[in-house]
């Protein structure tokens, strides 16, 4: 069984073509939890597989989470399956694919460099406050793509210095806050500057912080717009793992197109020869 290790600002990705492997599709969420342990096996925030698509497109591209349950769609992993289509020769240097949350384009900036188009805002509350322990949390709620991929949107003050486990549990207890009857990815955040942004975010599925979130960025950065506090063009967004770049484009108050460019990184190609692995 072939596969590429990937990752987009520091959120890696392992990715199976099944169409060449032709595996049964009941097997990925058990092979998502198995290859992406980082003790047993590659190691990864996620599993994409490749399969033929069944609309309009060039591929399409199934996520799964490190824990086995499914992603409706992944921004950085969009970016990453879209340089796997371009080298693989699956596509061309503009792109259509089919996600679970609907179509997404994806564009070869560079050899290394992709954007995406993300889905648009399905579900949008942003004045949506939150109580955990006693506290208040002035989040906002944005789910992109149908069916929704859920966003809660928090700003904290001092960010970077927020003790690391105390970060931890707000984000393990928002994320699964009956607020929230999806769970979310909990994306903390600080505007530092004009056009720049610190953000962290714990995700949902992995249950735990990870490097970058391209979604993440983008729901961040279109509920900033949307309340007037950023003008949506070119936001460089920090987090652990890298940098990001979100567009978004607004025409009567409504998102038009919501854009994600970043880095991609072939970390590994290889074969997995897992002796306890079942299919």
Same mark, same amino acid.
């Given at each position: 069984m072939q596969f590429w290790k990937m990752n987009g600002a520091g959120n890696d990705f392992i990715i199976l073509n +099944?169409?060449?492997?032709?595996?049964?599709?009941?097997?990925?969420p058990a092979l998502a939890r198995r290859l992406c342990d980082r003790r047993m096996s590659i190691g990864a925030d996620g599993l994409m597989i490749v399969e $033929?698509?069944?609309?309009?497109?060039d591929y399409r591209m199934l996520f799964f989470n490190s824990d086995g349950s499914v992603g409706?769609?992944? *921004? @950085?992993?969009?970016? #990453?399956?879209?340089?796997? *289509? #371009?080298? +693989?020769?699956?596509?061309?240097?503009? %792109?259509?694919? =089919? /996600? /679970?949350?609907?179509l997404v384009t994806g564009w070869r900036m560079t050899r290394r460099q992709y954007r995406v188009q993300l889905n648009s805002p399905t579900v949008l509350r942003l004045d949506y406050p939150v109580e955990v322990d006693g506290v208040t949390y002035h989040c906002s709620y944005i789910e992109l793509g149908s069916p929704g991929l859920p966003h809660a949107v928090v700003p904290i003050s001092g960010l970077r210095r927020f003790p690391e %486990?105390?970060?931890?549990?707000?984000?393990? $207890?928002l994320c699964h806050h009956p607020a929230f009857p999806k769970g979310a +990815?909990? @994306?903390f955040y600080e505007v530092e500057g004009p056009g720049q942004i610190w953000e962290?975010?714990?995700e949902r599925g992995v249950e735990d912080f990870t490097h970058a979130c391209g979604t993440g960025t983008g729901s961040v950065v279109t509920v900033l717009t949307l309340q007037g506090k950023s003008d949506g063009r070119d936001v460089h967004v =920090?987090? /652990? *793992?890298?940098?990001?770049?979100?567009?978004?484009?607004?025409?009567? *108050?409504?998102?038009e197109r919501?854009?994600?460019t970043g880095p991609t990184n072939v970390v590994a190609k290889g074969e997995v020869t897992d002796e306890e692995l079942a299919l």
């Open positions: +099944n169409m060449v492997e032709g595996l049964p599709a009941e097997s990925f $033929k698509p069944t609309t309009d497109a409706e769609m992944c *921004g @950085n992993g969009a970016r #990453c399956i879209c340089r796997y *289509g #371009c080298d +693989n020769g699956l596509a061309g240097e503009v %792109q259509r694919v =089919q /996600t /679970t949350a609907g %486990q105390g970060l931890f549990e707000l984000g393990r $207890k +990815n909990v @994306n962290r975010t714990y =920090q987090m /652990t *793992g890298g940098e990001l770049v979100i567009d978004v484009e607004v025409r009567d *108050g409504a998102v919501l854009l994600l």
